[in-house]
């Protein structure tokens, strides 16, 4: 089953990665294909009541001590900020 | 010879008596990266002032008549998506070119501590997005055997680095088989743990419910060295398990008598070249001959494994990397606006591969495209779990192919994504149920590359695993064969 109507251009920018139209026309392509592949799934029978299995951890509930212990140090941190102030991230204006 | 290419048992040995200095072995491994890098283009950057200094610790700990550790000056490269504190990590990306991590991963700690050497940062394919290493930022990764041919991938340069003498042993990550995968290209052995068996902490997230780190080696013996090491809880890592730890390397020395071996059909049917499927049946011959036993099975939904796995994982990366926005990562393209800059940097920093697996992810995630996709992939996923439980019922082992060939050239299937993911069809699986799994060389192909065997088994069965390959190793040598260079 081909997906081909969805716009890879949208979903780009929901992905927040810039796309040229050409860049945008073959990655359409590609996901023609690698989704036909993965639409073998519709064939696959699921058996009333299967659960989905979203890992081998999923009986585990991992707790701990809420107890305070040092961290990094902010200046170690920013080190790698392509821009801050020395206390905070600087970004471009959000609005 | 170099010094390296003893055992890791014996070259530890030999640190530890006094036999062989520390700084001999990170002399005789910086000299194998000077002399293969430039033609197999192995590693991403090297360490060598930290691993002088390292060894220098390491021999006056010993003059000094102190103990330095089960993996006393063995030098390890380390797979470039593991974070080692201070040292250029990059995951393959132009996106972290620049970035020094504040911290080591919980593994690159525990080598230390157990007296190993980080010799350098290898090559793999961009944030382990690939199953060849051509999809590094940094260039491909060529095999040891014929520099025509790719190292497999995603943890090519950690594989390449044994085959080709730079190190006696690396650490890979494997998420949907990027640690075996390799190992069968070079002809050496490496294991996928158990999902949970070795902390993750400090390792650059792709699929958090498959990724798992693990240790890439000559033998089997050197690879449960390592994975005594390495294993165990983590308060740094809560998906990492709570269970016991065996003495790996002292459980290879039982035989594998009576040891009940699954053979599963789905693994020999079409699409498996012929020289690997003779060298796998005789590598199967070779475990009977030891007291191993066979048994058919089914895993009926294996076929299903890679359309699976290229639902799951997209999601999961689509999610891990949304936080590579320009804002902590050292990359950035400026813009006006914080959407543009975002859009930007991901559009220069991110290569090919990874913007389509993102781009994939964001599809079968977003509401109104396909986000049933993701559903029915987890309930398939619980059906291939539920045939191995039902085949663990039955078998001790699953034993086949690593992969349905030896090793594609370079750029074979550069223009076709999908022939790429089907190099991991036989490995996927095992991530998606969480079930270690281990390859190990069991043969040539006419054209002189090697053939991997993959052996899988229950939970924190690894043991078993190793102790079957280790006993298989005691029988034969493609283990010992070493690429001309």
């Known amino acids: ?95 | 010879m170099s010094v390296l290419d003893n055992s890791i048992e014996q070259l530890a040995q030999q640190v530890s008596s006094g036999d062989v200095s520390a700084a001999q072995c990170v002399d005789a491994s910086i000299a194998q990266i000077r002399a293969q890098n430039d033609s197999l283009n192995v590693m991403i950057s090297d360490c060598e002032d930290a691993a002088r200094e390292r060894a220098a610790s390491i021999d006056a700990k010993i003059a000094a008549g102190e103990n330095a550790g089960p993996l006393a000056g063995v030098p390890i490269a380390i797979k470039d998506g593991i974070c080692t504190a201070g040292h250029v990590t990059t995951a393959g990306s132009k996106m972290l070119e620049n970035f020094a991590p504040p911290y080591d991963a919980t593994i690159v700690q525990r080598l230390n501590d157990a007296g190993a050497i980080c010799i350098g940062k290898a090559n793999l394919d961009e944030f382990a997005m690939g199953s060849s290493t051509e999809n590094s930022f940094f260039g491909v990764t060529k095999n040891p055997w014929s520099t025509e041919c790719v190292a497999g991938g995603s943890s090519g340069g950690s594989a390449a680095a044994v085959a080709s003498g730079i190190a006696p042993a690396s650490i890979g990550s494997d998420t949907g088989g990027s640690i075996r995968q390799p190992a069968s290209f070079c002809g050496i052995t490496g294991i996928k743990p158990t999902y949970g068996r070795v902390s993750r902490f400090g390792l650059i997230a792709f699929a958090s419910s498959l990724d798992q780190i693990g240790p890439m080696a000559r033998s089997a013996k050197d690879c449960a060295i390592l994975m005594n090491v390495l294993s165990g809880h983590d308060v740094k890592d809560s998906t990492s398990a709570r269970n016991d730890v065996p003495d790996f390397a002292a459980d290879c020395e039982q035989d594998i008598k009576r040891l009940r071996l699954g053979i599963c059909r789905q693994h020999f049917e079409e699409g498996l070249n012929e020289e690997v499927k003779a060298s796998v049946e005789e590598a199967i011959k070779a475990l009977e001959s030891l007291g191993a036993e066979t048994v058919e099975i089914d895993l009926p939904h294996t076929k299903h494994a890679v359309a699976t796995y290229y639902v799951v994982a997209p999601c999961e990366a689509s999610s891990n990397l949304s936080r590579f926005d320009g804002v902590r990562y050292t990359s950035r393209e400026p813009a006006e606006k914080l959407i543009d800059m975002y859009s930007q940097t991901r559009k220069v920093n991110f290569g090919e591969e990874v913007i389509r697996r993102i781009l994939l992810g964001t599809y079968s995630l977003s509401s109104g495209y396909d986000h049933e996709l993701y559903k029915k992939a987890s309930q398939v996923r619980r059906l291939i779990k539920n045939d191995y439980d039902a085949a663990f019922e039955k078998v001790d082992v699953i034993v086949g192919p690593t992969v349905p060939t030896t090793a594609f050239k370079i750029g074979q299937h550069a223009q076709d994504p999908l022939a790429m993911y089907l190099a991991d069809i036989y490995t996927a699986s095992a991530n998606l149920a969480g079930v270690p799994g281990i390859s190990l060389p069991c043969g040539f192909s006419s054209d002189g590359m090697p053939i991997g065997l993959q052996l899988q088994s229950n939970m924190f069965w690894e043991s078993t695993l190793l102790k079957a390959a280790h006993q298989y190793q005691t029988q034969t040598d493609w283990h010992s064969k070493r690429p001309q260079s």
């Open chain 1, 1 to 95: 089953m081909s997906q081909s109507h969805t716009s890879a251009q949208k979903i780009a920018s929901l992905a927040r990665i810039e796309l040229t139209d050409e860049e945008s026309a073959k990655v359409q392509s590609e996901f023609d294909s690698i989704l036909e592949y993965i639409h073998q799934l519709d064939e696959v029978e699921i058996p009333d009541g299967t659960e989905p299995f979203f890992g081998a951890t999923e009986s585990t509930n991992a707790v701990r001590e809420d107890a305070v212990v040092p961290s990094f140090d902010r200046e170690e941190i920013l080190k790698n900020a392509p821009d801050s102030d020395g206390e905070f991230y600087r970004v471009p204006p959000v609005l």
